[in-house]
């Protein structure tokens, strides 16, 4: 389920800059699930994800003035998200990364769309999870392969071929069956 968000996170930021303190309760909320599909991707186990979660807010709120409000708020957080593992990670060895399900499931507008809706999710069921978050990333939060390449940590060139690859293997998956 995607989530329409009713101001724009970089606005919020702006406004939590400006002292209106309560408006990163709002941000918190528009981010949230993304934040989560993040760590769900990098095969965090459920049982930590509250802690990294909290912390990972409790760094991004301590550091806003410092954020550059021309770039990405997500990748910012996705960032800070990925510090806040690593420093857990030193602290303690017990993550062990499973991938999970971390793609929500795309919405259309209109009773029409259901067959439509049922194909892509059988689509993308045929993917793995790193190739899911991929496209989570890429299509339905339209983020730049620049800003990805910060989120994931992977050279931006290799996340192209990957994402073209994939795109392939979804075309190719859809002529199997009607296309969509």
């Known amino acids: 389920m995607f ?13 939590v800059k400006g002292g209106h303190k309560a408006s990163f309760n709002a941000l918190v909320r528009q981010t949230i699930p993304g934040l989560i599909g993040f760590f ?11 802690d990294l979660v909290q912390e990972t807010y409790l760094r991004a709120y301590q550091s806003l003035n410092g954020f ?11 960032t800070i ?6 420093d857990q990670k030193k602290k303690t060895d017990r993550f062990h990364f ?7 499931e ?9 067959e ?10 045929n993917l793995s999870d790193e190739a899911r978050f991929l496209i989570e990333l890429r299509i339905f939060q339209e ?12 050279a931006e060139g290799s996340l192209r071929v990957r994402f073209h690859r994939i795109l392939e293997n979804l075309r190719g998956l859809a002529k199997k069956g009607d296309s969509i």
């Open 3 to 15: 989530i329409i968000f009713s101001q724009p996170e970089i606005e919020l930021v702006k406004m």
């Open 40 to 50: 769900k991707y990098l095969g965090v186990p459920f049982q930590q994800m509250d």
């Open 68 to 78: 550059d409000t021309s770039k990405s708020f997500f990748s910012w957080l996705s």
């Open 81 to 86: 998200g990925r510090h806040v593992l690593i």
């Open 98 to 104: 499973i991938p999970e399900n971390v793609l929500p």
């Open 106 to 114: 795309p919405t259309f507008e209109g009773e029409e769309q259901v």
């Open 116 to 125: 439509k809706r049922q194909m892509i999710r059988d689509l993308l069921k």
């Open 143 to 154: 983020l730049p392969f620049s800003e990805i390449a910060q989120i994931t940590g992977e």
